[in-house]
T-cell receptor
Framework: AQSVSQHNHHVILSEAASLELGCNYS??????LFWYVQYPGQHLQLLLK??????LVKGIKGFEAEFIKSKFSFNLRKPSVQWSDTAEYFC??????????????FGKGTKLSVIP | GAVVSQHPSWVICKSGTSVKIECRSL??????MFWYRQFPKQSLMLMAT?????????EQGVEKDKFLINHASLTLSTLTVTSAHPEDSSFYIC??????????????FGPGTRLTVL
């Protein structure tokens, strides 16, 4: 079975600092990759996703992620964080993608705290 | 985006009682829904896949007689925690997938239900 690793449990940054959250997955075949965000008191929302094509994908609120197949990684980045980015971030994998295969495997999440 | 609601948002019950949690897709139909359990500082653990008109599929280690799932319509799935015990206290989240050309596009998540069993 596939697994997803997020190595950073809690990241604390000052506003305007750059962010990179690591995500590695274990599955040798085709994968679809997702990052979800959970703001305090809110439900999980899609931040961005990668299915195919350009390995650098852009999402909402200035976030981007890069798929590196050789490293089984899908790291999330933002050049300059804001206090409003304080949230929990989850990496997820859909593998193998296909008809009727709608399950997601989640990483443990990374809590981001941005200090004003 | 699509909206998924859950009811109740929080519930406190006595040990030994049963609790029902509803998950509704408000503006789209979902033949499949997922139920997750989230422990503090941990990931979302998939409990089961709810299938409209057929039996739910449970993940390994999840007691199907303990966590009863009914997917009665294309917009409603319910999770009933039977004979709840304090160890069942957790945050339960449902989701409904959207697909495009037969492939998962994303999952839409409910806001979650906080269950506390005394």
């Amino acid at each position: 079975a596939q697994s997803v690793s997020q190595h950073n449990h809690h990241v604390i940054l000052s506003e305007a600092a750059s962010l990179e959250l690591g995500c590695n997955y274990s599955y040798g075949g085709t994968v679809n990759l997702f990052w979800y965000v959970q703001y305090p008191g809110q439900h999980l929302q899609l931040l961005l996703k990668y299915f195919s094509g350009d390995p650098l994908v852009k999402g909402i609120k200035g976030f981007e992620a890069e798929f590196i197949k050789s490293k089984f990684s899908f790291n999330l980045r933002k050049p300059s964080v804001q206090w409003s980015d304080t949230a929990e971030y989850f990496c997820a994998v859909n593998a193998p993608p296909g008809a009727g295969s709608y399950q997601l495997t989640f990483g443990k999440g990374t809590k981001l705290s941005v200090i004003p | 985006g699509a909206v998924v609601s859950q009811h109740p948002s929080w519930v406190i019950c006595k040990s030994g009682t049963s609790v029902k949690i509803e998950c509704r897709s408000l503006d789209f139909q979902a033949t499949t829904m997922f139920w997750y359990r989230q422990f503090p500082k941990q990931s979302l653990m998939l409990m089961a896949t709810s299938n409209e008109g057929s039996k739910a599929t449970y993940e390994q280690g999840v007691e199907k007689d303990k966590f009863l799932i009914n997917h009665a319509s294309l917009t409603l799935s319910t999770l009933t925690v039977t004979s709840a015990h304090p160890e069942d206290s957790s945050f339960y989240i449902c989701s409904a997938p959207s697909e495009h050309a037969g492939v998962l596009d994303t999952q839409y998540f409910g806001p979650g239900t906080r269950l506390t069993v005394l």
